[in-house]
């Protein structure tokens, strides 16, 4: 069973930068579909990106051009690559591999 544990969530200025990684247990090769999600307080969990084994690659509208996802199958580990991160972008963000979820971590745009 494969298990994601993500991490690189903290404090970061409007227009700042984070990169969130996402460990996985088992073969990164195993899991067709890579996402992110994230949730802000008092709301509902939604998609941010996606990434097949293919390499496509898909964004929600409010983080196209500003997010990159991608996929280091060496280092079992899925990144998301935060730029130009604006207050909205606050909450805790969490990664999914096919049916397995990671415990998330929060990123927290202020100044």
Do not use: H
């Amino acid at each position: 069973q494969v298990t994601l544990v993500e991490s690189g969530g903290g404090l970061v200025q409007p227009g700042g930068s984070l990169r969130l990684s996402c460990a996985v247990s088992g073969s990164l090769d195993s899991i067709n579909v890579m996402r992110w999600y994230r949730q802000a307080p008092g709301k509902q969990r939604e998609w941010v990106a996606v990434l097949t084994n293919y390499g496509s690659t898909n964004y929600a509208d409010s983080v196209k051009g500003r997010f990159i996802i991608s996929r280091d199958n060496a280092k079992r580990t899925v990144y998301l690559q935060m730029n130009s991160l604006k207050p909205e972008d606050t909450a805790v963000y969490y990664c999914r591999g096919d049916s397995a979820w990671g415990q998330g971590t929060q990123v927290t745009v202020s100044s």
